[in-house]
């Protein structure tokens, strides 16, 4: 940990202002992150507030990010901090699981999460954005986050649960999933339970969703050929006890699959397209890629969308500005010291990565669309846990190498096929903050135009600029952060000479100090690590 360690003794600063009963949830409720900002600018990088009878610390920047991430699970235990989650997931699953049991539940789901059937994601998905599209003719306009939380439910499951949820219960399980997903209201996290419509309507989504799984169980036992989906397998999949999950697990873990593929992801996939449409010039430079890499008909695969810089920038870009978690939170179930504080057992403590990402002295012009900040040269985001968009540590989102496929095959087909321009002022183009997962203020009206500018000449200029380095050295480090690794076997896939992962999940480093030859396969597997846990160091 970066922090400094200096036997602290002070209580985390208070924010004044709590009323009776309710402390800060009225001012925090009207607008959290402007809440949250307002905080750091009083009291500075740690700061305590009150939600009704709830204290909850928030930490700020680099060092509070890396202070919360790299917290083991027996000092800041996220099971009691989510319990809103449990009647999404179900009892038992998952945050509401004892360690032992969630960490099999886990294990579980990262197969379907891994580089092998990662790489047959791409064209599902592209047939899906294919088949959105086909009707909308040469211009119109759209409400573009329905259209794109519609859109995403349909590549997520498709790829991600089976045929069954894309074809046979497409908008009847959409509805079912967006009910669940509302039910992740701000006041849930404090009373997961109260009689509220939004939770009612959660409730009672959760248990037609189970009836659904459990019959799409019975016609799958009564067939001879097994499909190969995250459903199948987790049909067949086994506790260590050698007992089998039950459709009430099957169903809060296929909830879970989709909810680390797919529920912040309508939300980005939207900004992306409001972003560049009102800002030309990045516009521009997205367009020339795609042209230069697709031209007006080419194949848009897992091998094309790997490296695209100018589009991957934007994106980055697009989650620093608008991160689809208000906070990420925890329980303090062991004193958690953090400099000169000491944040005390019982308490909560988040971490807010918009507050985070809008830090002058890391990020300056802080709320200026610019994804040329990412580039090498400038790297803005080099300071660790600086840019904490998908979370960090062990628990980065599992679903995060998904999610940007999704992001880059969606936009590489509409970005080429149409041009996207705002139908209302620029500035009307705000954030909603009334759901835990943020996304644009609907509706979300676009005009889109069907492209007649495209360069055909498909990889005129594909050919590689940079020129091959020679090396003096004989060899590199390799350096793994294994208590970030998650098992998605992405480096396996680009250096299996240097990096295995067994069935389990597990990584071994076969070589920390391969031969040369070897530094173009380290470095693709350092770059396609969804968590960032490898790093190659050059002698």
């Known amino acids: 940990m970066t922090s400094k360690q200096n036997s602290p003794q002070k209580a985390p600063p208070k924010m004044p202002g709590a009323k009776p009963i309710i402390g800060h949830m009225f001012d925090f409720g009207k ?46 235990d996220q099971n009691e901090a989510y319990k809103v989650m449990t009647p999404i997931f179900g009892k038992g699953v998952v945050f509401d699981a004892p360690p032992h049991i969630k960490d099999q539940q886990l294990k579980m789901l990262m197969p379907v999460l891994r580089d092998k059937p990662m790489r047959t994601y791409s064209k599902v998905i592209v047939q899906e954005v294919e088949e959105a599209v086909k009707d909308w003719g040469e211009s119109g306009e759209v409400d573009l986050l329905d259209f794109m939380k519609q859109l995403t439910i349909y590549t997520s499951s498709h790829c991600l649960l089976g045929d069954e949820f894309r074809y046979e219960l497409n908008e009847e399980f959409a509805e079912l999933y967006h009910a669940l997903e509302k039910g992740m209201a701000p006041i849930a996290f404090i009373f997961p339970n109260l009689p509220l419509p939004v939770l009612r309507r959660r409730d009672k989504a959760r248990v037609r969703l189970q009836e659904l799984v459990t019959g799409i169980i019975e016609k799958r036992a009564k067939k001879t050929e097994k499909s190969d989906d995250a459903f199948q397998m987790l049909i067949d999949t086994r506790y260590d006890d050698g007992s089998a999950l039950s ?104 971490v ?9 002295e890391i990020f300056p012009n802080p709320d200026k669309f610019d994804p040329d900040r990412f580039t090498e040269e400038r790297q803005e985001d080099a300071t660790p846990f600086s840019w904490v968009a998908f979370g960090g540590g062990r628990h980065k ?54 492209r007649t500018d495209i360069d055909a000449e498909k990889n005129k200029a594909k050919k590689s600029s940079t020129k091959n380095q ?70």
């Open 31 to 76: 607008n959290p992150f402007d809440y949250m900002m307002r905080l750091r600018a009083k009291l500075g990088e740690i700061g305590e507030f009150r939600m009704f009878h709830q204290e909850m610390v928030l930490l700020t920047g680099p060092e509070g990010n890396e202070a919360f991430f790299r917290a083991p699970d027996a000092q800041l």
């Open 397 to 450: 989102c599992s679903g995060n190498a998904f999610a940007t496929l999704q992001l880059k095959a969606i936009h590489a087909i509409l970005l080429r096929r149409y041009k996207f321009e705002l139908v209302n002022p620029a500035d009307s183009y705000v954030d909603n903050y009334k759901e835990m997962v943020v996304q644009p203020n609907s509706p979300c009206m676009v005009r889109y135009t069907r």
């Open 470 to 539: 020679t090396d003096t050295a004989n060899s590199f480090k390799v350096e793994v952060d294994m208590d970030f690794c998650q098992g998605h076997a992405n480096c396996m896939a680009e250096a299996p000479e240097i990096f295995q992962v067994d069935d389990q999940g597990k990584l071994t480093v076969q070589q920390d100090t391969p031969d040369n030859a070897l530094l173009k396969k380290a470095q693709r597997a350092a770059k396609y690590c969804p968590t960032s846990a490898i790093k190659i160091i050059q002698k």
């Open 352 to 360: 807010s990565p918009r507050v985070s990402h809008r830090i002058p």
């Open 247 to 350: 459709p009430h697990e099957i169903t809060g873990m296929l909830i879970g699959t989709l909810f680390a593929g797919h529920h912040t992801t309508a939300g980005t996939a939207t900004w992306i397209a409001l972003e560049l449409a009102r800002n030309p010039e990045s516009y521009e430079q997205v367009l020339k890629e795609f042209d230069t890499l697709y031209g007006e008909n080419g194949d848009v695969t897992f091998e094309s969308l790997r490296t695209i810089p100018v589009f991957e920038r934007v994106i980055k870009e697009v989650l620093r500005l608008h991160p689809p978690l208000i906070f990420l939170i925890r329980k303090v179930a062991k004193d958690l010291p953090f400099k000169d504080y000491l944040i005390k057992a019982g308490k909560y403590v988040c």
